[in-house]
């Protein structure tokens, strides 16, 4: 047999093998071929396709199925999308849209490496995670930012870098408040806050005056002048870390012209964009205060 009859050979021989698995892949098709819902398609072609898990579901396919056939899941759990996106599902689903949640992060530290003492130099995997089981990282101060970016790598919206100051910035103007740096910080210094929110408290450390000086000079050293001040009973401790309650900041209202800001010692609670300042000059005593202070001096 020459070389020609064996070409055309093989060639027969593969085109009937195609043809053969071909109908058996096409009937296998057919057989098991699972109706899509057009109202899950829809659904899920108006979601960002973050995969996020914001909304307690695996992924936005499977979110866009149970908010399509279960009657319990609400229109409104993508935080991402916002009150767009759960306008659309609302119209395809024909469900009543509930609350829009308006969050993003925020980080609890203000531990920039110009404030935050070192007490060693970390020279292992450059992760977050990894830096913390290193004796919890090379900063003095064990509940502020590492800076190396755990949060930055999940981040599905570009809003998170680590800044020239060695912590974490957030750019509000991406940040969707989906939640993934959140799990993936091993200190907790990021925590979910509403988009209107009127103050910031940017420290977590849970130590004392002296203590938490020694290991940032612009760290909450827990005087507690702002909830003695808080006309709204907003802030609290919580687990030895000092609390805001947003809600109920919110809702009293900008009558109390941000007192917590004005005492705050180092502007640890501090406005919308303002950094804390260690050497804040301290308020002026009244002549009532100051009459008080030389009484109890004496």
């Not at 920039?112 to 990894?130: F, M, N, P, W």
């Not at 290991?215 to 702002?226: E, F, I, K, R, S």
């Not at 010692?265 to 202070?293: E, R, V």
Request: charged content about 20%; overall charge positive.
């Amino acid at each position: 047999m020459d070389l020609l009859h064996i070409a055309l050979w093989g060639v027969l021989v593969f085109t009937t093998l195609g043809l053969f698995f071909g109908i058996a892949l096409a009937s296998a098709a057919r057989k098991f071929h699972v109706p899509v819902n057009p109202q899950v398609e829809e659904v899920r072609e108006n979601l960002p396709s973050a995969n996020c898990g914001a909304c307690g579901f695996a992924g936005c396919q499977t979110y866009a199925e149970r908010v399509v056939e279960d009657e319990k899941v609400s229109p409104s759990l993508c935080t991402p999308g916002g009150k767009v996106v759960a306008i659309d599902i609302s119209r395809i689903t024909n469900k009543t849209m509930g609350e829009i949640k308006e969050v993003v992060a925020m980080l609890r530290c203000s531990g920039a490496d110009s404030v935050a003492r070192k007490q060693a130099e970390y020279d292992g995997i450059h992760t977050c995670l990894g830096a913390n089981l290193a004796f919890g990282g090379s900063k003095a101060c064990k509940y502020g930012c590492l800076g190396l970016g755990d949060c930055v790598r999940v981040c599905a919206f570009d809003a998170m870098k680590v800044g020239a100051s060695g912590i974490v910035e957030i750019d509000y103007t991406k940040c969707t408040g989906c939640g993934l740096c959140l799990d993936v910080c091993p200190k907790d210094c990021l925590v979910s806050y509403p988009r209107a929110y009127r103050v910031a408290l940017t420290c977590q450390a849970k130590g004392k005056g002296k203590a938490v000086k020694e290991t940032c000079t612009v760290g909450c050293v827990h005087c507690q002048a702002c909830i003695k001040k808080c006309p709204a009973k907003a802030i609290s401790i919580i687990g030895g870390i000092l609390d805001i309650d947003h809600k109920a900041c919110l809702a009293y209202g900008p009558s109390c012209e941000e007192i917590c800001v004005t005492v705050c010692p180092t502007d640890i609670i501090h406005h919308p964009g303002q950094q804390p300042d260690a050497n804040k000059p301290k308020p002026k005593k009244s002549a009532k205060q100051a009459d008080k202070a030389e009484e109890e001096a004496a």
